[in-house]
Each structure stands twice: as structure tokens, then as C-alpha cells.
T-cell receptor
Framework: GEDVEQSLFLSVREGDSSVINCTYT??????LYWYKQEPGAGLQLLTY?????DMKQDQRLTVLLNKKDKHLSLRIADTQTGDSAIYFC????????????FGTGTRLQVTL | DGGITQSPKYLFRKEGQNVTLSCEQN?????MYWYRQDPGQGLRLIYY???????QKGDIAEGYSVSREKKESFPLTVTSAQKNPTAFYLC????????????FGPGTRLTVL
């Protein structure tokens, strides 16, 4: 299957911006997603971007998509301690409706 | 309230025993999924189902079995053939159209002693 890669760990100070990066392999994915996982819980959809877009902004979140380089990023402005979690990027499988391939996850640690 | 439930939250079993993890959804979703999560490896798809009485293997199906007799339910059995069953198991569901957002249950942590 496709490989979706992320760095494993990111540490930022409260109030700074966080940037979490992801590289994916399937250029025909329709949607790319960012999910958030709180400790010991399931995942929740944080935001998504349609493949024909370059950027999407949603309050403190900015998603950038570079299709040429197959690179996706999530920027969190004014990072808070409540943002500490694992963040997964995911790509849709164009061959199978609703199937997703998830990245390895990036653990974001917010320090005071 | 609509959502996905998984039970139990924690499960302990002796090596060599089969164990079944429950997943129920009342979102009227057609598709359901089972993932396994291990530290540093992200989520890996075990099985998925897009319609009742039909399911497909994911990337790591060996040692697992599923059934989909009802739309609402998608139980996962971890058999004794699974070589390393200790993990966090997540169930999800989604529609088959549009954004296909997957909704996740709270997970079951299985420990095999």
C-alpha cells in the first residue's frame, strides 16, 4: 500500500506556531485529512483539504498542500497546552470508496 | 446521542486464547473499519466492510477475523494465530459518499499475558 510519512515528535512553546509535515504517495487522492488523537482515545477529524486546493484556513489551523512535491502541512497558530496530542495525516484511496491510509502520526508536545 | 462504542476499554487474555472485540455504531453508516495502533507505526488497517455480509482484508489481516451480520455491528476476533496481539484497537465507521469522514470509537487496549 501507499506510505504516508510524518516525523514522530514535535515540541513547541505555548503561544508559538506549530507546523506538522506529511508526505504522501498517491497523487490521485481526492481528499487529504488531518486527524487528532488525545491520549488513550480515538481519532477525531480536525480538518481536511480537497485535492484541487492549495490552502485552507480554519480559525487557528492552516493546511497547505503542495501536489507537485506530495507534501501536506498543518500549521497551528498560537499553540495551546490543549493542542498536545498525536496528529495523523491521511489520504483517501481513489480505488476504494471511503478507505483511508494514515501516516505514522506526530506527537505534539506543548511546553509552558 | 449518535456515535461508535467499543467494549471493553481494557482487555486481558492469556496467550493462546481467542478474544472478540465489540464495535457498535448508530450513525447509520454503511462502512466500518478495524485498525491496530502500535507506537511509532500509526494506524494499520486490519479489515473493513462496506456493506452487510461483506468485508475485505486490510494490510494486516493475518490472525484476525470479522463478521458483519448487522449494519450496526462489526466485531473483531483476535485469534491465537496472531503472533503479537498486544495493541490498541480502534474501530471506525463512515458513509460511502462525499467527504467520507471516518468516525472513531474510543478504542480497546488488548494485553495478552
Amino acid at each position: 500500500g501507499e506510505d504516508v510519512e510524518q516525523s514522530l515528535f514535535l515540541s513547541v512553546r505555548e503561544g508559538d506556531s506549530s507546523v506538522i509535515n506529511c508526505t504522501y504517495t498517491d497523487s490521485s487522492s481526492t481528499y487529504l485529512y488531518w486527524y487528532k488523537q488525545e491520549p488513550g482515545a480515538g481519532l477525531q477529524l480536525l480538518t481536511y483539504i480537497f485535492s484541487n486546493m492549495d490552502m485552507k484556513q480554519d480559525q487557528r489551523l492552516t493546511v497547505l498542500l503542495n501536489k507537485k512535491d506530495k507534501h501536506l502541512s498543518l500549521r497551528i497558530a498560537d499553540t495551546q497546552t490543549g493542542d498536545s496530542a498525536i496528529y495523523f495525516c491521511a489520504e483517501s484511496d481513489p480505488g476504494t470508496a471511503s478507505k483511508l491510509t494514515f501516516g505514522t502520526g506526530t506527537r505534539l508536545q506543548v511546553t509552558l | 446521542d449518535g456515535g461508535i462504542t467499543q467494549s471493553p476499554k481494557y482487555l486481558f487474555r492469556k496467550e493462546g486464547q481467542n478474544v472478540t472485540l465489540s464495535c457498535e455504531q448508530n450513525l447509520n453508516h454503511d462502512a466500518m473499519y478495524w485498525y491496530r495502533q502500535d507506537p511509532g507505526q500509526g494506524l494499520r488497517l486490519i479489515y473493513y466492510s462496506q456493506i452487510v455480509n461483506d468485508f475485505q482484508k486490510g494490510d494486516i489481516a493475518e490472525g484476525y477475523s470479522v463478521s458483519r451480520e448487522k449494519k450496526e455491528s462489526f466485531p473483531l476476533t483476535v485469534t491465537s494465530a496472531q503472533k503479537n496481539p498486544t495493541a490498541f484497537y480502534l474501530c471506525a465507521s463512515s458513509t460511502l459518499a462525499g467527504l467520507n469522514e471516518q468516525f472513531f470509537g474510543p478504542g480497546t487496549r488488548l494485553t495478552v499475558l
